[in-house]
């Protein structure tokens, strides 16, 4: 009997539904061999939400989701929406609600630069001569983001007055403490538990947290804390000397990003976010979306890096649908492609680049 994959495409803005587009063909044919058939929904999100139902997260859309075993997941927001209100801006109303609505509070984005390849990134390559493979393991629904109180005020004088609260639980902290011990045992064994406890509170909640858990519960993974600042001066100084990267969820945000551009560009860079719910198939309801946004910089050109998108469908396959094999066949035709000089601009650097399409044609071609 063949399987039926059932997910939510949620394409979004500017350079979204181009890598989305093509992720779709990679994930088609990655897939009809094995007999498996795709059957998702396409609904509007972010600023196209707004464009065509008055709201970045249109109840149609939820619902879409809430039928889906997975959400497969463009990025919103840019400059045409900028003028909103922020609270009903793309990345506010639509992102985030949707990472809370379904708990996905543990966001996975892998740092992986094949040693061939470390052309592509801006570190030298005799600090990174094995290439680096790292992972990120961020805290998704709770912190700065979400904390309440968050308002801004006028005061008497006229001056405004804005506030964020950045609240952690030991709950929440447990729950994402055991995803970064699960995801260490299936790699190096070593976690960096990422704070800033000289400062904050809940950064000292945060590590005796995590001591306590990881004490209790995985005494056999090393454990290791750094503070935030120097993290990110350790990952441009030697990225391998972690392997786990496990923290709270703006400093994932921000520590994310500088992964992402020391394995080579923004537009490589995946990501699962995962909660408790499990779907239909008894696996992990996930959401799957590059880690970089629109980059309406180039959207419409055709030449944005689609890899980030098609190998975010891959982690879908992986986590949601306990498909690895085929998961690993698509990241296998990104590496071979990549390591053949077809590459888009971002990652080109002295080749000639190609566009979106031909970047994908040629994934498909390898698999
Ligand atoms: P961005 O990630 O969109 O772009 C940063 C830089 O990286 C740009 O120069 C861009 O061209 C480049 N880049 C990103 N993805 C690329 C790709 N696939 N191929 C080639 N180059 C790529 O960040 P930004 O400019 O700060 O934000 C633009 C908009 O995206 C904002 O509205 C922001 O809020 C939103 N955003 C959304 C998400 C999301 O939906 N998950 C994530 C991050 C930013
Ligand atoms: C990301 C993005 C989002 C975040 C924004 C768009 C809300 O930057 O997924 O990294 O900050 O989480
Ligand atoms: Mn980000």
């Given at each position: 009997?063949?399987?039926?994959?059932?997910?939510?495409v949620?394409p979004g803005?500017y350079i979204g539904p181009e890598v989305m587009d093509v992720a779709l063909d990679v994930l088609k044919a990655a897939?009809?061999?094995?007999?498996?058939?795709?059957?998702?929904?396409?609904?509007?999100?972010?600023?196209?939400?707004?464009?065509?139902?008055?709201?970045?997260?249109?109840?149609?859309?939820?619902?879409?989701?809430?039928?889906?075993?997975?959400?497969l997941f463009g990025s919103?927001?840019?400059?045409?929406?900028?003028?909103?209100?922020?609270?009903?801006?793309?990345?506010?109303?639509?992102?985030?609600?949707?990472?809370?609505?379904?708990?996905?509070?543990?966001?996975?984005?892998?740092?992986?630069?094949?040693?061939?390849?470390?052309?592509?990134?801006?570190?030298?390559?005799?600090?990174?001569?094995?290439?680096?493979?790292?992972?990120?393991?961020?805290?998704?629904?709770?912190?700065?983001?979400?904390?309440?109180?968050?308002?801004?005020?006028?005061?008497?004088?006229?001056?405004?007055?804005?506030?964020?609260?950045?609240?952690?639980?030991?709950?929440?902290?447990?729950?994402?403490?055991?995803?970064?011990?699960?995801?260490?045992?299936?790699?190096?064994?070593?976690?960096?538990?990422?704070?800033?406890?000289?400062?904050?509170?809940?950064?000292?909640?945060?590590?005796?947290?995590?001591?306590?858990?990881?004490?209790?519960?995985?005494?056999?993974?090393?454990?290791?804390?750094?503070?935030?600042?120097?993290?990110?001066?350790?990952?441009?100084?030697?990225?391998?000397?972690?392997?786990?990267?496990?923290?709270?969820?703006?400093?994932?945000?921000?520590?994310?990003?500088?992964?992402a551009?020391?394995?080579g560009s923004l537009g490589m860079m995946s990501s699962?976010?995962?909660?408790?719910?499990?779907?239909?198939?008894?696996?992990?309801?996930?959401?799957y979306e590059p880690a970089g946004g629109t980059a309406?910089?180039i959207a419409g050109k055709g030449i944005a890096n689609p890899c980030a998108q098609i190998l975010s469908a891959a982690m879908m396959?992986?986590?949601?649908?306990?498909?690895?094999?085929?998961?690993?066949?698509i990241r296998?035709a990104v590496k071979q492609a990549v390591?053949?000089?077809i590459r888009t601009g971002d990652i080109a650097?002295?080749?000639?680049p190609v566009g979106t399409k031909a970047m994908a044609q040629a994934i498909v071609e390898r698999l």
């Open positions: 009997m063949s399987k039926t994959l059932k997910f939510a949620l803005d897939t009809e061999p094995a007999g498996i058939k795709l059957e998702y929904e396409v609904a509007a999100v972010g600023g196209a939400g707004i464009d065509a139902h008055g709201k970045a997260l249109p109840e149609s859309t939820l619902k879409v989701c809430e039928e889906a075993d997975a959400i919103v927001g840019g400059p045409k929406w900028e003028k909103l209100p922020p609270k009903e801006q793309p990345e506010r109303a639509a992102l985030l609600p949707l990472r809370k609505a379904f708990s996905l509070f543990a966001n996975i984005r892998p740092g992986l630069l094949l040693k061939e390849l470390t052309d592509a990134s801006p570190l030298k390559t005799e600090r990174i001569p094995e290439g680096i493979d790292i992972v990120c393991i961020r805290e998704l629904t709770g912190g700065i983001y979400f904390g309440q109180p968050k308002t801004t005020e006028t005061l008497p004088d006229g001056s405004k007055r804005a506030l964020d609260t950045m609240v952690y639980t030991t709950e929440e902290i447990e729950r994402i403490a055991e995803v970064a011990a699960i995801t260490a045992k299936g790699r190096g064994n070593k976690v960096c538990s990422v704070d800033k406890a000289n400062v904050l509170e809940t950064s000292v909640l945060w590590r005796q947290t995590v001591i306590e858990y990881f004490k209790k519960h995985h005494p056999e993974i090393e454990l290791s804390h750094m503070y935030v600042d120097n993290a990110a001066m350790q990952l441009a100084r030697d990225p391998n000397q972690f392997d786990v990267l496990f923290t709270e969820n703006m400093f994932g945000d921000i520590l994310s990003d500088e992964m551009v020391i394995c699962a976010s995962l909660g408790t719910k499990q779907n239909s198939h008894g696996l992990p309801y996930g959401l309406p910089d396959l992986e986590y949601s649908f306990g498909e690895a094999e085929i998961a690993n066949k296998d390591q053949d000089g650097f002295g080749m000639s």
